[in-house]
């Protein structure tokens, strides 16, 4: 009887094992197509794939597993610029780069924050196309899958209307480094779905929505910038709401607004964990705020 | 054996020093050596730990309750059943964690002194209850500190800055939040209904300072990251700019009287910057390296620790960089000077500040014994806190002009330490000294 079950436990072992090397080698493989493809141009990019390629492969998910929390406050190895001016968005967004004046013709004024596995600047991405929209994620292998899904995605679609080079993944801590990547009012739109929602009491400074964080986020907001918010757990929906509420600079948007807003019906449906929540059939709280401007100071 | 001043805080004047050592705060004057004033933390540092022991007991307790009533709900229930014991889990009484001989030592001490702009209050923190501690200063009294207020709060106050009019502290705790608390009202006791934090890092704050320009507050607020944030006040949710600069941690920032519009910082980097904090952009007008300055003042207590050395650096210790830490800078205001102190080390370096915000070398001053901390009054005094084992605790220097200190020859500074109260048995009793540069950011795996 014990022995079945070393048997099995050994057994199990060495298919977890061998998950684990698939996924490497998967990833390691994805590595050296992400090296070579990354700095490339986009005309580079269009003539590599000439017949616009069908057979293109779009990165699975289960390749890229990590544990599902991360901590904000850690100190990881986080690569970010010095100051805005310092980021290098050619590498980002290789098609919005002018060689000529050295300068970007079009800047990120969207960001999804915490972006997960990307399912919403891919929605997004067809009904913006003058403006970048940059996802920030802080757990490596989930920005290396958005990464590669992006890659995979302006190849496939190099030849189409949408050819996603406005849309680009970051990995970064947005807790603590927002500032260093944005000017002051630079984006029009922040989303926050499906944000981590960190149940206790003591863990609530962990939360992505805080009343101190806020100012940060309206120091990047334009004046009339938009911040979605969209949860599953209902406390948290709350919290949110409560937080934002209670805020100087932002303003509850009402229900008839949500309804005529195009982005409130993208975030809906779009994320993975939106999706998630479909299928166990759960709820969705929504709730969104306009940026408004500063007081007299 | 005397215990060195931890720190050290003149008044303009320079009659009044106002010093910790421990829990410990006194005032000497410095005239006469006498102590004009003191305070004892008489707080229990376990104190904290007791109250969180009595609630988990209360939570304990009241489960317990619930549970016997369940038990004999469920039991009257089933009939059947009746005869039964009804079994409910007896309670364990959690214990206080007590410290096992190997644990590292609790210390509690004062870590912050701030004079407020009018001189009337002396603000400082406290570890025990992690409180802030506000004296309103009578020096017609017997003792001049008379506690006016004291606020906990529920993460250490590690810096403190006050409004122009000297009704608000701001306080920065461990975790990068800053509140606003008043002098004269009444102490907060439930925490729960603590007002908001006014603004907060992700990050520890490690300084902050309140100025005005152009008739309108700002706070200021730096952190172990390396951001240096300029907010608006009291409506700090308005974020003015951050100055991009540092690289490593900021330990402090410097606003001298005679230009208001400059800002000097420093902490972790080899470097000081010198900024126009109020400029919309290009705020940033010069970087002093101070690396060729301290290096030669450094010692092997200023190596990383073991566990973070890469294998090169532990087979070759050769390798191994002596790290700057610029633990605290001041101004000479009368002469236009900086007074720069890199941690642990027997050196001053005098730095010229210029109008245009250009930073020189001036000179250097050195001390017998390694230093602590020290302060400046209005009359060009300076007064140097060392960690001297025989008792010679202060050294006191007057900058005659912006070329010429002199070292002045002082007993009433022997006096002042002969009188102050806080000793100890041993050398290895002395509490660390040094605290600055634990705020270095390392990555186990680099
Ligand atoms: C529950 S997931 C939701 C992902 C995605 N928005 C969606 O709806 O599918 C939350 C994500 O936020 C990321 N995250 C948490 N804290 C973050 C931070 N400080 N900066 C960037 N990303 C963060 C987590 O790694 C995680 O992928």
């Given at each position: 009887m014990s022995d079945v079950v070393e048997n099995t436990k050994e057994q199990q072992l060495l298919e977890l094992k061998d998950a684990a090397s698939k996924r490497l080698a998967y990833r390691n493989e994805q590595d050296t197509k992400r090296k070579a493809l990354k700095h490339a141009r986009f005309e580079e990019m269009r003539e590599a794939t000439p017949?616009?390629?069908?057979?293109v492969e779009l990165p699975r998910k289960?390749?890229?597993?990590?544990?599902?929390h991360s901590n904000p406050f850690s100190d990881h190895k986080l690569d970010y610029p010095k100051t805005p001016e310092d980021m290098n968005w050619k590498k980002l967004y290789p098609g919005f780069y002018d060689e000529k004046t050295g300068?970007?013709?079009?800047?990120?004024?969207?960001a999804d924050i915490?972006?997960?596995?990307?399912g919403l600047m891919v929605d997004l991405a067809p009904h913006f196309p003058e403006s970048n929209i940059l996802g920030m994620e802080i757990r490596v292998q989930v920005t290396q899958y958005v990464e590669d899904r992006i890659t995979a995605l302006r190849r496939k679609h190099?030849?189409?209307?949408?050819?996603?080079?406005n849309i680009a993944v970051l990995r970064g801590n947005a807790m603590k480094f927002l500032p260093n990547f944005f000017q002051k009012a630079q984006l029009k739109k922040m989303f926050f779905c499906?944000?981590?929602?960190?149940?206790k009491q003591r863990k609530h400074?962990?939360?992505?929505?805080?009343n101190t964080l806020l100012s940060e986020y309206a120091y990047v907001l334009r004046e009339g910038g938009i911040v979605y918010t969209i949860t599953d757990v209902f406390d948290l929906h709350q919290w949110m709401a409560k937080h934002l509420e209670e805020h100087p600079l932002f303003e509850r948007l009402d229900k008839a607004w949500e309804e005529q807003d195009e982005c409130v019906k993208i975030m809906y449906n779009a994320t993975e964990e939106g999706q998630k929540v479909d299928r166990n059939q759960g709820s969705k709280f929504i709730a969104c705020f306009r940026r408004i401007p500063n007081p007299e100071l | 054996m005397k215990h060195p001043f931890q720190l050290i805080l003149s008044d303009k004047s320079g009659e009044h020093l106002f010093t910790s050592a421990k829990h410990h705060i006194q005032v000497f004057s410095t005239?006469?050596?006498?102590?004009v004033g003191s305070w004892v933390?008489?707080?229990?540092?376990?104190e904290p730990l007791k109250k969180q022991q009595l609630k988990k007991i209360r939570a304990l307790e009241a489960q317990h309750a619930r549970d016997i009533k369940e038990a004999e709900a469920a039991a009257a229930a089933e009939p059947d059943a009746k005869k039964q014991k009804i079994e409910v889990k007896p309670i364990r009484i959690p214990k206080i964690p007590t410290p096992g001989p190997g644990a590292p030592p609790v210390y509690n001490f004062i870590r912050v002194l701030h004079l407020t702009a009018d001189e009337k209050y002396l603000v400082g923190t406290t570890d025990s209850d992690k409180a802030i501690i506000m004296f309103e200063l009578d020096f017609?009294?017997?003792?001049?500190?008379?506690?006016v207020k004291r606020q906990c709060l529920a993460k250490r106050p590690c810096a403190i800055a006050s409004s122009e009019d000297s009704s608000q502290m701001i306080v920065g705790d461990k975790f990068g939040d800053v509140y606003n608390i008043g002098v004269t009202t009444p102490a907060v006791e439930d925490l729960k209904t603590f007002p908001q934090p006014i603004l907060g890092h992700v990050s520890m704050l490690s300084d902050v300072v309140y100025a005005k320009h152009d008739g309108k507050e700002y706070v200021l607020t730096a952190d172990r990251d390396e951001h240096v944030r300029v907010s608006h006040f009291?409506?700090?949710?308005?974020i003015k700019k951050w100055l991009f600069g540092h690289k490593e941690f900021v330990t402090n920032m410097l606003i001298p009287s005679w230009a208001p519009e400059r800002l000097v910082t420093s902490g972790g980097d080899d470097f000081i910057c010198s900024w126009?904090?109020?400029?919309?952009?290009?705020?940033?007008?010069d970087t002093f390296s101070v690396r060729d300055l301290v290096l030669p003042f450094l010692?092997?207590?200023?190596?990383?620790?073991?566990?973070?050395?890469t294998e090169e650096e532990a087979a070759?210790?050769?390798?191994?960089e002596r790290e700057i830490t610029i633990q605290k800078i001041l101004a000479v205001e009368k002469y236009k000077l900086l007074v720069v102190l890199a941690e642990n080390t027997n050196a001053l370096f005098v730095l010229n500040l210029a109008d245009d915000g250009k930073i020189t070398y001036n000179q250097t001053l050195t001390t017998d014994s390694q230093i602590i901390t020290f302060s400046v009054d209005a009359n060009a005094r300076m007064y140097v806190g060392l960690d001297n084992k025989?008792?010679?605790l202060l050294d006191v220097y007057q900058f005659?002009?912006?070329s010429d200190v002199e070292k002045l020859a002082s007993t009433t500074m022997d006096q002042i330490a002969a009188n102050s109260?806080?000793?100890?048995?041993?050398?290895?009793?002395?509490?660390?000294?040094?605290?600055?540069?634990?705020l270095r950011k390392r990555s186990e795996f680099s």
């Open positions: 017949e616009s390629g069908a057979e289960r390749f890229y597993r990590q544990r599902a300068k970007m013709t079009q800047n990120v004024e969207i915490g972006c997960g596995f990307g190099a030849e189409d209307a949408c050819n996603f080079q499906f944000p981590d929602p960190h149940f400074k962990a939360r992505i929505i805080t | 005239a006469t050596g006498a102590i933390d008489t707080v229990d540092i376990m017609s009294q017997d003792n001049c500190l008379r506690l009291p409506k700090s949710y308005v126009d904090w109020t400029a919309e952009t290009n705020n940033l007008l010692s092997d207590y200023h190596i990383a620790p073991e566990r973070f050395w070759d210790r050769s390798l191994l025989d008792g010679h005659q002009s912006a109260v806080v000793e100890v048995e041993k050398a290895d009793d002395i509490y660390p000294l040094y605290h600055a540069a634990a």
